[in-house]
């Protein structure tokens, strides 16, 4: 029986320019440009095992059995690469998520990243990283931005285009920034990105200027990234941030990620600013303020965002690496 095997290790990412919205359901193609930092410290280990003993795929996650509906999403990964291989078989995948509980950060986007490195070396393939990226992507959208460490760029996509992938912008050592995370609330999220985007472009009245919107406030961020303008890009992550978050409020139902805390974090990012800090804040599809800084700032962030009425936790995380194949 043969079985051939692979690990890979991914990090999470942060958009500074928000993915919100699907070109092509099918596909998991964006229908906005969007612009991301990989972070350190925030790890997925993703081990795949081709089996030929096997008789189902079988997922393992941070030590429990995965549920049917997060094995079947790992099978289609699989089956992507299934597809290339000259005797493919099932696969074991054992996948540990190492996020301190501070985090308050989903793990989707490390976590596609990393099973795609592990499963494409696992089968004896060369990709390039756009190739890797363009598989992660088609399992969640965020995650083909992981593939690259610093910051990376994934374009909107043209219906059709399965092989759409992120690519580099620029690597971890341009630009010595920090993202402070304040955790506003416990427990998992009521609507989960994949839901809350498609709802939102299916009834919110906003969502046909949001991507048209989404477009320019890209263009502003990756100049100000190349120029390293923390005030222009700031302003700009957060022109991303509250749009696709109005598009999702006035989506039907309703989607309404913030908590008390997520105002209360929101207001001490604006005191700093007052206080000449240059502190600009970015939310996920949920309650949690992430804080973009300099690297020298990062530590009055953190203690002013611990401060705060309600944040639980802090952490701050620092530009990470790609993914990495062992
Ligand atoms: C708000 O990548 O999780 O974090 O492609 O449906 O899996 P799917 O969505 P996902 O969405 C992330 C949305 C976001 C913004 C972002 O990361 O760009």
């Known amino acids: 029986m043969t079985k051939r095997t692979a690990r890979a290790t991914a990090r ?12 092509d359901v099918a596909l998991n193609l964006p229908a906005v440009p969007s612009i991301s930092l990989t972070l350190d410290g925030l790890v997925t280990t993703t081990t795949v095992t081709f089996d030929e003993a096997l008789a189902a795929d ?26 290339s291989m000259k005797a ?3 696969a074991r995948v054992v996948s540990a998520n190492r996020f ?7 793990s989707s986007a490390s976590g596609f990243a990393a099973m795609a490195g592990a499963a494409v070396h696992a089968a004896g393939l060369s990709w ?5 990226s363009a598989l992660a992507r088609w399992s969640s959208a965020s995650a083909g931005r992981s593939i690259f460490g610093g910051f990376s760029k994934l374009p909107a996509g043209v219906p059709g285009d399965a092989k759409l992938a992120a690519k580099p912008l620029f690597g971890e050592d341009h630009w010595d920034v920090r993202i402070v995370v304040a955790e506003a609330a416990k427990g998992p999220k009521k609507v989960g990105s994949t839901e809350g985007m498609e709802r939102s472009r299916l009834t919110s009245p906003l969502y046909d200027a949001w991507v048209e919107k989404a477009r320019a406030i890209t263009a502003v961020i990756e100049k100000a990234l190349k120029k390293k303008d923390l005030d222009t890009l700031g302003a700009a992550m957060e022109q991303s941030t509250f749009a696709f978050h109005a598009c ?20 001490t990012v604006e005191a700093l600013r007052e206080k000449g800090t240059s502190a600009w804040a970015t939310m996920d599809a949920g309650p949690h303020v992430k804080v973009l800084c300099h690297a020298a700032d990062a ?8 401060k705060t009425e309600g944040v639980l936790a802090t952490m701050v995380c620092k530009p990470g690496a790609g993914l990495q194949v062992k």
Not at 128 to 132: F, I, R, V, Y
């Open 12 to 23: 999470a990412n942060i958009a500074l320019a928000k993915y919100w919205g699907k070109s």
């Open 128 to 132: 390039s990283d756009a190739k890797l």
């Open 299 to 306: 530590a009055k962030v953190k203690r002013a965002l611990a």
């Open 58 to 83: 079988v997922l393992e996650l941070d030590g429990r059995p995965a549920s049917a509906k997060e094995t079947a999403r790992a099978t289609e990964l699989l089956d992507r690469v299934r597809a």
């Open 88 to 90: 493919p078989s099932f």
């Open 100 to 106: 301190p509980t501070a985090a308050g950060l989903a």
């Open 248 to 267: 999702a409020m006035s989506a039907s139902p309703s989607i309404l990620y913030w908590q008390p805390t997520t105002i209360a974090a929101l207001r």
